[in-house]
């Protein structure tokens, strides 16, 4: 596809864990725990506030149509600060000084005053209503010719554990807020600016790793479309996929768009009460409703159940909106008869309605009227938008598991900002920027690694990708061949993981013992693996170690290896020196990995030219 021809301009939004000893506002440690853990709970309800000009922010307004009752899990290592029921401590200087060190890295000019500002969050995820950020640098370069607008120290949020349950671990860990501008105009562009800024991150040694303490929010448009924002992409593969269907979801609302005026076609102002059509009915859904409505969409037939991205329609649009009521859906005659909808039923509503063929009706199941005509009132607003002038809607919407994605609210407006007034300012003055100390980046450690230590240059960029990375730079400060710290990290391990060795569970100690025993000749770099397989098993080192085979001498090697030649003598006469293969896997296993292989390589060779030669004499 031609992304210039259509217009295509996206921007990210990158939101990294810092990894620091304390949380951004308390002295709580920035540990994750297991919500069966959790010692109390606690429960809120959040309410929407104005900003200083007296504005309701309209991201907040969506999420205040329904009450919602939020329970919060406390743990021994989470205090009175993030139930919101102590003031916030200072601003953890360690956060701000990795945030500093990063805006460096970018070319940024600092902010010399840091205020921290409230940005309004009734989402459940904040237990105050509001997450704490502050704005730390503007203006940074990125390689493509774009900018890093701004870099943000802001609070994590709670995680959510299910519906309306929430846990408390993650909500406060210091988290950097890194925001470019719409510089980017393919989908590739987007992923690799991604990762790029990850990798930059990652080179300051002080932020956390795995699933979930990075995110990526995409910010996307085509030329005749809108700016979506598309939350929570946590894999950076995914990126350029996120973008694709977020193309492809614009340009299908707009092609719907253009049919809809051609049709001219109509959105109503009310609903209709049916729930009496559908009072035998065999829907299991409709079967449990107290009222059931209807809606008529004048004109939509076949382009709401329209697919306008991978098992996503136009109706999977209005269904989103339609459960901000706290409705489950709703069923629309584009994909009716179905669900224990019978045809009959589905011409009662149609006749009930006044549908004519080019008409779809939208019918939602609720506890009452007023959830009802709040469900109805809101697929009244969405449809309205697709036949509008702009028939994408800018919205916040959230990633789904293949790469498409469901509208989640509005997009925030300037009301949600408000000043933090318990939290003073942090001066940032010449003697602190200019002190800031600016690390290696990950690639040029790639390419120092493979020229002074002679190591692949695929490894070492591996390497220097890694978890690992601290303490492969670690042996080689203690004099560990850096070779053998490499190839075990890289190989080794991962032919462990795959066999189902639980490899986190070996200490960065053991790891540097097992190091050290081979460099010392206490063991042949052969024993690593089933060193570390005891390990992992939570053997102690000691134990392990006298597990393994004793140390071979030379000669009882030599007496092994004419042992093992003598039993295959016809093998040997057969084979010729191409037996050597086969026979050092004999010969190993017989050892068990107390001999290093380049030591039975070469007495074997030796001992089979000698079986060799005696034959031919």
Not at 194 to 216: D, F, H, N, P, W
Request: proline share 4%.
């Amino acid at each position: 596809m031609d992304y210039n021809a259509i217009g295509l301009t996206a921007g990210i939004e990158i939101h990294q864990q810092l990894n620091t000893c304390e949380k951004l506002f308390c002295h709580c440690p920035t540990l994750l725990r297991d919500s069966s853990e959790h010692s109390g709970e606690f429960f809120r309800y959040l309410r929407v506030t104005e900003s200083e000009m007296g504005e309701i922010d309209r991201a907040a307004q969506e999420e205040m149509k329904r009450e919602r009752k939020f329970r919060y899990y406390t743990y021994d290592t989470t205090c009175l600060v993030e139930n919101d029921e102590e003031p916030p401590a200072p601003l953890n200087d360690e956060a701000l000084s990795v945030c500093l060190t990063i805006a460096r890295m970018f070319s940024m000019t600092p902010v010399r005053q840091v205020h921290t500002m409230r940005k309004l969050v009734i989402d459940g995820s904040n237990t105050s209503g509001f997450q704490r950020t502050a704005l730390v640098a503007l203006n940074g370069a990125l390689p493509n010719g774009g900018e890093i607008e701004t870099i943000c120290l802001e609070e994590e949020a709670a995680q959510r554990v299910k519906d309306d349950i929430f846990s408390l671990d993650r909500l406060g860990i210091p988290l950097i807020e890194i925001t470019t501008s719409p510089c980017m105009h393919t989908p590739d562009e987007v992923q690799q600016v991604a990762e790029y800024i990850g990798m930059v991150l990652r080179s300051t040694g002080k932020v956390k790793r795995g699933i979930g303490t990075i995110r990526q929010d995409v910010n996307i448009s085509i030329r005749g479309g809108s700016r979506v924002e598309i939350k929570g992409v946590q894999e950076l593969d995914l990126i350029a996929e996120v973008v694709r269907r977020e193309v492809q979801r614009q340009e299908n609302l707009l092609a719907i768009g253009q049919q809809l005026l051609m049709r001219k076609a109509s959105v109503p102002d009310a609903s209709q009460d049916i729930s009496d059509i559908f009072a035998s009915t065999k829907s299991a859904v409709l079967k449990k409703a107290k009222r059931i409505h209807a809606l008529r969409l004048e004109g939509f037939a076949g382009l709401v159940g329209c697919e306008i991205q991978p098992d996503r329609r136009l109706g999977s649009e209005l269904s989103d909106y339609a459960k901000k009521c706290g409705v489950g859906g709703i069923f629309h005659t584009d994909e009716l008869p179905a669900y224990g909808v019978t045809a009959e039923e589905v011409g009662a509503v149609r006749a009930r309605m006044h549908a004519g063929d080019q008409d779809c009706v939208v019918i939602v199941a609720a506890v009452n009227d007023a959830q009802a005509a709040c469900a109805l009132q809101q697929v009244i607003t969405r449809a309205r938008v697709a036949l509008s002038e702009k028939p994408v809607p800018e919205e916040t919407r959230k990633m789904l598991e293949t790469g498409s994605s469901a509208y989640m609210r509005p997009l925030p407006g300037a009301a949600r900002m408000y000043p933090e007034t318990d939290v003073l300012p942090v001066i940032v003055d010449d003697d602190r920027w200019n002190g800031v100390t600016i690390p290696e980046l990950l690639t040029v450690k790639a390419r120092r690694f493979a020229q002074e230590y002679a190591i692949d240059h695929n490894y070492a960029s591996q390497l220097a990708l890694s978890e690992k990375l601290p303490l492969f730079e670690r042996a080689l400060t203690e004099g560990i061949k850096p070779k053998l710290a490499a190839f075990t990290i890289l190989s080794t391990c991962t032919e462990l993981r795959r066999d189902g060795v639980l490899i986190e569970k070996i200490t960065d100690g053991d790891f540097l013992a097992t190091w050290h025993a081979v460099e010392s000749g206490r063991i042949a770099k052969e024993a690593v693996p089933d060193l570390l397989k005891g390990l992992a098993s939570g053997d102690s080192f000691e134990n392990v170690i006298g597990k393994l085979a004793p140390a071979v001498s030379d000669k009882e090697l030599e007496s092994i290896i004419r042992k093992i030649i003598a039993n295959r003598s016809e093998f040997v006469d057969q084979k010729g020196r191409a037996a050597l293969g086969p026979l050092m896997g004999v010969v190993m296993k017989e050892v068990r990995g107390s001999v290093d292989g380049k030591i039975v390589s070469e007495l074997l060779k030796k001992g089979i030219d000698e079986a060799l030669s005696g034959k031919k004499s």
